[in-house]
């Protein structure tokens, strides 16, 4: 039974991981947002092998909103704001093979760096903190290596699941009532930023975020 | 119930302005938001004589330095909405702006001040994220009101920055929770202020260390600190000037108080070292950053953008001195800056109105063209420049004095010698707008006496705050009790 747990943890927590690399290595955006999905799920899945496991229905609600707002809404939300844009990663600050080279870096920097949270939190979950870490990491990778504004976006989405990972491994989620007010507000960030990419499309036609140079001192 | 309405009172507001398209409406909302702040100063009279009160099944909780910080939002509130309903009026009536929008603008901000209430009234650490986080939600579409370009590049990159910091706060937050539970906290309660606070001692060191840092990060990000503060200028220039007077004289200063209240836990914890070390480099090198942008500025919104950083810098040092005399001074200051920095802003607004550029040298001989406007910025310059009679020379000197008695003097000189720098720029900008000869050409007008009024109020009030510390010394006292040992 506990192998089983651990093996299904581990699983889904490296899912979530190797989603982060996928997106470096994807252009179009629709697929980017089916492997943003595919994080969501993922997540999703680590929270409910954790809350089936210890048998918290809090944790097991949560895990809910999680697939349901990561999983579902927050990917089908910036494919029908970016829908009739045909958007694609064509000229990225740092070439695909590069990037995928600065992702395995910063996995092992992850490793390194989270090893002292890992011991202290023990356990199969203890075990895996650095691969949340890893996640957020490569989510800054694709924040400032990206310079369209749906792969920023998404670069945004990486840390918060990256984070959001962390939390579960560690500390089994943070409380019910909080969980839900993080998830409506990394929704209601994205729908925001979608509606301010929409506006910078109208404003300036198609164009790369490191082209607004409107401001500078 | 006190907490409730307090809450309530904003977002009551932002309800009428909603469903009454009249301009009268703005002043409803005005009205709403003195109302606040007037059971702010109860709630604040009420806490310093009997302790603190909780409300909402102990989701919002007020002591001494959440009192303190309703006052200032609520003072601050109540001019800027003030002016908010003069802004809306010119913009919708040379077209700027369309009324449906003009409303949105209403109904945003109330809902905004209603987010920081939330911050500081919260008495738990998860609440207090999810309402920082509320606040860029919402400011988002309030620095992006104007819809220019500029707006909207200023708003992504806002929105951008800001959840990245504050995504290193909630893994903060998370591993400061990870501690508290292996303290032996219950799920439910260990994000409460007074249970981390109770269990600071058996708070495991390592972690609650790495914590620390990442909250100091992210919620730096929204005081403006250095590294990531680079959103700051171009959200206050950019944003509407009632908008900007409620980010830089209170938005920086709630999420510093998220600061404040996580120092005193890690505090407890590990020694005052850590976090004083933390601080002592994050403010020297805002202090360093603001200075030397703010010698070659060109935009007098993003002068005193700049010039909010420094304040934030100046603060930061302050609290790493941590005795609780620094930590009454850093109050004060952050008083004092608010209602100087957010009557400079709307001033600023008003200028820019009257002058249709923000540009420093497309302004000039502004004294002796509009006395009033010319008049209200130059005293406020010499208010937020740290001169006397105004409360900010005296929180500076406090501050300094409660550096020296903890062995940072040499931050405090590195402080000074800084300030000293930031004198001339901006003596040197203001002369250039404020001093002159008018030209012939040149077009001269006041504003009409209902706007000029809050703006001298604002002025005089901060001041009174610094020849009289009397009404405040009380509560200072014991809000700095609340998060010093």
């Not at chain 1, 927590?13 to 955006?29: D, K, N, P, Q, T």
């Not at chain 1, 989270?114 to 203890?126: D, E, K, L, Q, S």
């Not at chain 2, 202090?287 to 930061?316: C, F, N, P, W």
Request: glycine content about 10%.
């Amino acid at each position: 039974m506990t192998s089983t747990y651990a093996t299904a943890l581990t699983l889904a927590a490296g899912a979530v991981l190797i989603c982060a690399v996928v997106v470096l290595w994807v252009r179009s955006v629709r697929s980017v947002l089916a492997v943003v999905a595919t994080q969501g799920v993922a997540l999703g899945c680590v929270a409910m092998t954790l809350g089936l496991h210890v048998g918290d229905a809090g944790l097991v609600a949560t895990a809910g909103v999680e697939l349901a707002v990561k999983g579902i809404a927050i990917p089908m939300l910036i494919g029908r704001a970016a829908g009739d844009a045909p958007d694609r990663e064509r000229r990225p600050l740092v070439n695909v093979p590069a990037s995928l080279v600065a992702s395995a870096a910063l996995i092992v920097v992850a490793f390194a760096a989270a090893r002292g949270v890992a011991t202290f939190v023990g356990a199969t979950g203890g075990g895996l903190v650095p691969v949340g870490v890893a996640t957020l990491l490569v989510g800054f990778l694709v924040l400032v290596s990206r310079r369209r504004p749906v792969f920023q976006v998404v670069g945004l989405l990486l840390v918060d699941n990256g984070v959001a990972l962390v939390a579960f491994l560690c500390t089994a989620g943070v409380p019910f009532l909080i969980e839900l007010g993080v998830s409506l507000d990394a929704l209601l960030g994205v729908v925001v930023l979608m509606v301010l990419a929409q506006r910078l499309r109208s404003e300036f036609g198609d164009l790369d975020l490191d082209e607004l140079r409107e401001l500078h001192d | 119930m006190v907490l409730d309405m307090i809450l309530a009172l904003p977002l009551l507001g932002g309800a009428t302005v909603a469903s009454c398209r009249h301009r009268a409406a703005g002043w409803a909302a005005v009205a709403t938001n003195g109302a606040m702040l007037a059971l702010g100063v109860w709630l604040a009279v009420h806490v310093v004589r009997s302790g603190p009160l909780t409300g909402a099944d102990g989701v919002l909780r007020a002591d001494a330095l959440s009192a303190f910080m309703v006052v200032v939002v609520g003072a601050i509130t109540v001019l800027a909405s003030w002016l908010g309903v003069r802004t809306m009026a010119l913009e919708v009536a040379d077209g700027r702006c369309t009324p449906r929008r003009a409303t949105a603008y209403g109904v945003l901000v109330q809902v905004f001040v209603a987010a920081m209430l939330l911050a500081v009234l919260a008495a738990n650490v998860g609440v207090l994220w999810v309402a920082v986080e509320a606040t860029t939600i919402v400011t988002v579409f309030l620095v992006g009101h104007r819809q220019t370009r500029g707006a909207l590049e200023a708003s992504w990159k806002y929105l951008v920055i800001c959840s990245v910091g504050i995504a290193l706060a909630f893994f903060g937050t998370v591993l400061v929770y990870l501690c508290a539970l292996h303290a032996g906290g219950h799920s439910s309660s260990a994000l409460d202020w007074t249970s981390l606070v109770s269990r600071a001692r058996h708070l495991d060191p390592p972690v609650l260390r790495l914590g620390f840092a990442l909250i100091v990060l992210g919620y730096g990000t929204k005081v403006g600190l250095v590294p990531l503060h680079s959103w700051l200028p171009d959200a206050h220039s950019q944003a509407p000037a009632p908008v900007s007077a409620l980010m830089s004289g209170v938005l920086l200063t709630v999420a510093f108080y998220a600061i404040l209240r996580f120092k005193a836990v890690t505090d407890a914890a590990l020694g005052p070292g850590f976090s004083r070390t933390l601080l002592v480099v994050v403010a020297l090198s805002s202090l360093a950053v603001a200075a030397s942008l703010l010698l070659t500025q060109r935009d007098y919104k993003r002068m005193l953008a700049y010039h909010s950083i420094e304040h934030m810098g100046l603060i930061a040092l302050g609290a790493a001195a941590g005795i609780p005399l620094a930590i009454a001074a850093v109050l004060l200051h952050i008083l004092g800056h608010g209602l100087a920095k957010s009557v400079l802003f709307l001033t600023s607004g008003e200028i820019m109105a009257a002058e249709g550029t923000s540009r420093i040298d497309g302004v000039h001989a502004l004294l002796a063209r509009r006395p009033t406007l010319g008049g209200v910025f130059g005293v406020g310059l010499v208010a937020l420049l740290g001169l006397p009679p105004f409360s900010l020379f005296s929180s500076e000197l406090l501050m300094a004095r409660a550096e020296f008695q903890v062995g940072l003097g040499w931050a405090a000189v590195c402080a000074l010698a800084v300030m000293v720098v930031i004198f001339v720029a901006v003596t040197g900008h203001a002369r250039h707008m404020l001093l002159g000869a008018p030209s012939t050409t040149d077009a001269s007008a006041s504003p009409p006496a209902w706007v000029a009024a809050p703006l001298v109020v604002g002025l005089v009030a901060c001041g009174l705050i610094g020849v009289l510390a009397w009404p405040l010394s009380g509560l200072l006292q014991a809000a700095a009790r609340v998060v010093t040992p």
